[in-house]
T-cell receptor
């Protein structure tokens, strides 16, 4: 099994550009989420989804959109990139929302200049 | 919403010593407390977790304790080895009663000196 796959691994954007970070899982997990990791701030929840067609905001949702049209995919869209969005982004999935292990993707390192 | 505080932010120990990382949480309804280890340049991976109906859980050299009254939980690593060097994150969740949101602490960088 591939587990949770994120693409790309690295990306450089100019301020104001838009892009989509891809996340796919092949474990038939219902629950998926996006985190950003910044030094000294841990992993902060951006958006999450409890199943296809259902999404909700996490701790730091501003500047990001998500959709969940299928169980497998949970893309994260940056609408107009800002330097403050420079970070490492992790997608995670778990079987459901009843306190089961979260499996993380390998991360995307995004730099906005 | 839930807030998780983690201390210390950095911890340096000699090989063979014990290491303790502490977390406090704000939501008294939280009932699941996992710990993740992240090696340099890698993804976080679950190392141990505890649920609110248990006070302590052990797995070889690692253990986690939970004090629900005080709303804090701790990770204990005994007989530390250089390969234990990593960033450790605690987290808290109240499961499906809050759509399963997993909120993380700020992380602790553990350095084990040989």
């Amino acid at each position: 099994n591939a587990g949770v796959t994120q693409t790309p691994k690295f990306q450089v954007l100019k301020t104001g550009q838009s892009m989509t970070l891809q996340c796919a899982q092949d474990m038939n997990h219902e629950y998926m989420s996006w985190y950003r990791q910044d030094p000294g701030m841990g992993l902060r929840l951006i958006h999450y989804s409890v199943g296809a067609g259902i999404t909700d905001q996490g701790e730091v949702p501003n500047g990001y959109n998500v959709s969940r049209s299928t169980t497998e995919d949970f893309p994260l869209r940056l609408l107009s990139a800002a330097p403050s969005q420079t970070s490492v982004y992790f997608c995670a999935s778990s079987l459901d929302n009843s306190n089961t292990e979260a499996f993380f993707g390998q991360g995307t390192r995004l730099t906005v200049v | 919403g839930e807030n998780v505080e983690q201390h210390p932010s950095t911890l340096s120990v000699q090989e063979g010593d014990s290491a303790v990382i502490k977390c406090t949480y704000s939501d008294s309804a939280s009932n699941y407390f996992p710990w993740y280890k992240q090696e340099l340049g890698k993804r976080p991976q679950l190392i141990i977790d505890i649920r609110s109906n248990v006070g302590e859980k052990k797995d070889q050299r690692i253990a986690v304790t939970l004090n629900k009254t005080a709303k804090h939980f701790s990770l204990h690593i005994t007989e530390t080895q250089p390969e234990d060097s990593a960033v450790y994150f605690c987290a808290a969740s109240r499961g499906s009663s809050n759509t399963g949101k997993l909120i993380f602490g700020q992380g602790t960088t553990l350095q084990v000196k040989p």
